[in-house]
């Protein structure tokens, strides 16, 4: 214990071999063994741990960076012990580097990282980083149990389901000293990552409370610093702060307000205004159907004036958009208007297109708008003509912007 905090700290300076490492690390010695902590350099500030036992080490979520996977691995060699195991906890980027026999992950987690969810952000992963982030698939793993305990380097791993609103990934007690969860407690505003909607509240709570219970001398997670168990009290009173507010405000604004003046000294203020998008999902769903909707209105403007600047902000900017109607298909902004808006309505000396009993419906960060669609306009004779039909846009949320990336053209039902 009383070794706990008598660091072998070694931020930025230390050196493996002749280089500083970029990275950062924090040695913890825990008495029956010692706890490295390192922490990226890279984008994301991934955090990666060792056990070290008297004979062997244990790696706890590996690094998924090049340049941090070389760093990390330089180091654990210049511990002069063999590694017995790999918890691929959360994260399984980097698991190429590892011999399979040697990898563990908790059951469902392999099922999971095969899923919708996890795979489409490891592919938006690697639209961002590129082949700075090591992506490989990696060989089949074994798995193990929740509330299972394991011992490995000689030291005890206690595996418990993280909070309930997370990824199918455990919260481990290690050694009866330390205590990993996916986010390390920090005093600062929760995010909207960590607290999503109003469930995820009574789920890190219950995890938190859990953790508490513990007595764990030392916090950490893959994300954040290591913290003491006051942090971990901390953040349990501001949960059931949140969750008066929640009985207590009928609003995302005066929730916002209220807990910012609640803790006026925390960071990460900008956090919860996202936070309570979250907690207040139908005051958000109209907020965002009123974004569409203003969007719909650009869109018939943009055909009704042939307007290419306008148009050009309301579809996504990607070669993967498209319009299928009556008179053939169109892909990229380029075919979309100059093909197919500026060749049928461009030579019409008057033209309106408007939109009638239109459905909006949101789903996260995808939204779809089902419409009628009413075209005025005076042909070569300068006669007022008008056509009907049904539309359906499909659109897209990008940096908290909606934007077109499909639209499907249909006649008026038959009678």
Not at 195 to 217: F, G, H, M
Not at 267 to 275: E, F, M, P, S
Request: proline content about 3%; charged content about 25%.
């Amino acid at each position: 214990m009383k070794n706990m905090f008598t660091l072998l700290l070694l931020l930025i300076t230390f050196t493996t071999g002749a280089q500083t490492m970029k990275g950062s690390l924090e040695v913890f010695d825990m008495g029956t063994y010692k706890l490295h902590i390192y922490t990226s350099a890279e984008a994301m500030a991934d955090v990666s741990a060792i056990i070290e036992g008297d004979k062997e080490l244990v790696i706890l979520e590996q690094p998924s960076f090049v340049k941090s996977i070389r760093e990390f691995n330089e180091y654990t060699q210049k511990l002069n012990k063999p590694v017995s195991k790999i918890i691929a906890n959360y994260h399984t980027g980097g698991l190429a580097e590892y011999p399979a026999n040697k990898v563990v992950m908790m059951k469902g987690m392999p099922e999971f990282e095969q899923g919708e969810i996890y795979s489409g952000m490891l592919k938006n992963f690697a639209n961002i980083f590129g082949e700075a982030m090591d992506l490989r698939p990696h060989k089949k793993t074994k798995t193990i149990e929740f509330n299972s305990k394991q011992q490995w380097a000689g030291v005890n791993f206690v595996f418990t389901a993280g909070a309930k609103s997370d990824f199918p990934a455990a919260s481990i007690f290690i050694g009866d000293k330390a205590y990993y969860s996916h986010f390390a407690p920090a005093k600062v505003h929760f995010n909207s990552m960590q607290i999503p909607d109003r469930n995820a509240v009574d789920a890190v709570l219950t995890e938190l409370k859990y953790a508490q219970s513990t007595q764990s001398e030392l916090f950490f997670g893959s994300h954040g610093t290591p913290a003491k168990i006051d942090v971990v009290h901390f953040q349990i009173e501001y949960l059931e702060y949140v969750k008066m507010l929640l009985d207590k405000c009928d609003n995302a604004d005066t929730f916002s307000q209220q807990l910012i003046a609640a803790y006026p000294q925390l960071t990460g203020a900008t956090n919860v205004r996202a936070l309570a998008k979250g907690l207040y999902p139908e005051e958000t769903a109209n907020t965002e159907k009123e974004k569409i909707r203003m969007l719909l209105n650009n869109y018939t403007k943009s055909i009704s004036d042939v307007d290419r600047s306008l148009a050009r902000t309301i579809w996504a900017d990607t070669e993967d958009i498209s319009i299928i109607n009556g008179t053939g298909q169109y892909f990229g902004f380029n075919s979309i208007f100059n093909d197919f808006i500026v060749n049928s309505f461009g030579e019409l000396s008057e033209r309106k297109l408007s939109s009638v009993s239109e459905v909006i419906n949101v789903y996260g960060d995808m939204a779809y708008i089902q419409f009628y669609w009413v075209f005025d306009r005076k042909d070569k004779e300068g006669i007022m003509r008008q056509n009907k039909g049904r539309e359906t846009l499909i659109c897209r949320k990008i940096n908290d912007e909606w934007k077109i990336y499909h639209i499907h053209y249909s006649g008026m039902p038959r009678d």
